[in-house]
């Protein structure tokens, strides 16, 4: 049980279980209490905090600000008002000196099978306003997307094998899931 603990050259408790109301303070009369007295002790005299709002005791605003301000904190980061499609806010985190990038639509499958044509050289490009969209982020100076059907046409474009990450490599033509289309064990 916390008992409050007077200082040298106070008066005496009223009670010996005295304890000071709320917002209670020493009159300007009484001496100055020692630098680092502990105004609360437990029955063996031992420090120990005293209670929320009283003399000696841990003040209402800080416990109140102990509570609240981690609690903003987490609720901003979980209701986070900064969106990644918020055209107006930037991101310390993106390079300045990248080259900037604009929205290009990337056709579906079928939908460039649909509406490509093919030139004589047997690739089949397909552009891109006349495609359904798929938003996807890339450089501004891609303007079409290349699309093999099978093997064969790579190999009668003179690509074969095609890396993944060069035009017209799909994971369709990559059967054996080795990031090369059209390389050794695929047919």
């Given at each position: 049980?916390?008992?409050?603990?007077?200082?040298?050259?106070?008066?005496?408790?009223?009670?010996?279980?005295?304890r000071?109301?709320?917002?209670?303070r020493?009159?300007?009369?009484?001496?100055?209490?020692?630098?680092?007295?502990?105004?609360?002790?437990?029955?063996?005299?031992?420090?120990?905090?005293?209670?929320?709002?009283?003399?000696?005791?841990?003040?209402?605003?800080?416990?109140v600000?102990?509570?609240?301000?981690?609690?903003?904190?987490?609720?901003?980061?979980?209701?986070?008002?900064?969106?990644?499609?918020?055209?107006?806010?930037?991101?310390?985190?993106?390079?300045?000196?990248?080259?900037?990038?604009?929205?290009?639509?990337?056709?579906?499958?079928?939908?460039?099978?649909?509406?490509?044509?093919?030139?004589?050289?047997?690739?089949?490009?397909?552009?891109?306003?006349?495609?359904?969209?798929?938003?996807?982020?890339?450089p501004?100076?891609?303007?079409?997307?290349?699309?093999?059907?099978?093997?064969?046409?790579?190999?009668?474009?003179?690509?074969?094998?095609?890396?993944?990450?060069?035009?017209?490599?799909?994971?369709?033509?990559?059967?054996?899931?080795?990031n090369?289309?059209?390389?050794?064990?695929?047919?």
């Amino acid at each position: 049980m916390r008992q409050f603990n007077t200082p040298p050259q106070w008066p005496d408790p009223p009670t010996a279980g005295w304890r000071p109301p709320p917002r209670w303070r020493p009159p300007a009369s009484w001496p100055a209490p020692p630098d680092g007295w502990a105004f609360w002790t437990d029955e063996h005299g031992r420090t120990v905090r005293g209670p929320v709002g009283r003399y000696g005791g841990a003040s209402r605003i800080k416990v109140v600000a102990i509570v609240l301000v981690p609690t903003a904190l987490m609720s901003l980061v979980l209701v986070n008002p900064w969106r990644a499609d918020d055209a107006s806010t930037t991101s310390p985190f993106t390079s300045t000196t990248e080259a900037p990038l604009g929205r290009v639509e990337k056709p579906t499958r079928e939908a460039a099978r649909t509406a490509a044509s093919t030139p004589p050289g047997g690739e089949t490009i397909a552009p891109t306003s006349s495609v359904a969209p798929t938003s996807t982020i890339l450089p501004t100076t891609q303007s079409t997307v290349v699309v093999y059907r099978d093997c064969a046409e790579v190999r009668a474009s003179g690509k074969a094998p095609l890396p993944r990450g060069n035009p017209g490599y799909s994971k369709a033509l990559d059967r054996n899931r080795d990031n090369i289309a059209c390389g050794p064990g695929d047919s």
